[in-house]
């Protein structure tokens, strides 16, 4: 947090979200917090939401897209930092895309590469290159759910559990 406080202004009754710049997060008083709980929590706001989302499938999509060709940039230099950043990004996006493979394999990388840095320990670059390999062939796939589904999302989970076993053994 840069320190710096800003208003928050109240929740407009159309339900349109307030920017907040980067690094920046809002302090909300126990009155707003509230306002804000009552408004995500009714009905039409969530169904609003969904229907927003489903409108913007398409555009979701073209954003994974775009962190998967920055993914695929931080690993030519095998940079974990760089590719945490992106399949974090790619894990919080790909659902609301419709590419819920893609988000699953992103976050398997996450947890992986997360665990491996709290360890201070580098990652294997096979591990990593399998899992963006299985993230890009997930989103660019039109029929996603059907052919990578579960099965690829739940294999590169248990190796990122063996994995992480193997770190907690040593």
Not at 81 to 88: D, G, K, L, N, V
Not at 101 to 125: F, M, V
Not at 127 to 132: E, G, I, R, S
């Amino acid at each position: 947090m840069s320190g710096r406080k800003i208003k928050v202004p109240p929740v407009p009754a159309s339900g349109l979200a307030a920017k907040i710049p980067p690094g920046v997060y809002p302090v909300f008083s126990s009155a707003d917090a509230m306002r804000l709980m009552r408004v995500m929590r009714d009905p039409e706001t969530t169904a609003q939401a969904a229907r927003i989302i489903s409108e913007k499938a398409e555009e979701l999509r073209g954003a994974v897209l775009d962190y998967i060709d920055k993914v695929e940039e931080a690993a030519r230099v095998f940079d974990p930092a760089a590719i945490y950043e992106q399949a974090h990004e790619i894990r919080g996006l790909a659902g609301n895309a419709g590419l819920i493979a893609t988000g699953r394999i992103a976050n398997g990388l996450c947890r992986y590469l997360d665990a491996l840095a709290t360890a201070n320990r580098e990652p294997e670059q096979s591990v990593v290159a399998l899992h963006l390999d299985a993230i890009a062939r997930a989103a660019r796939a039109e029929d996603e759910a059907t052919r990578l589904g579960d099965a690829v999302a739940n294999e590169l989970a248990e190796l990122v559990d063996k994995k992480l076993a193997e770190i907690n053994q040593a």
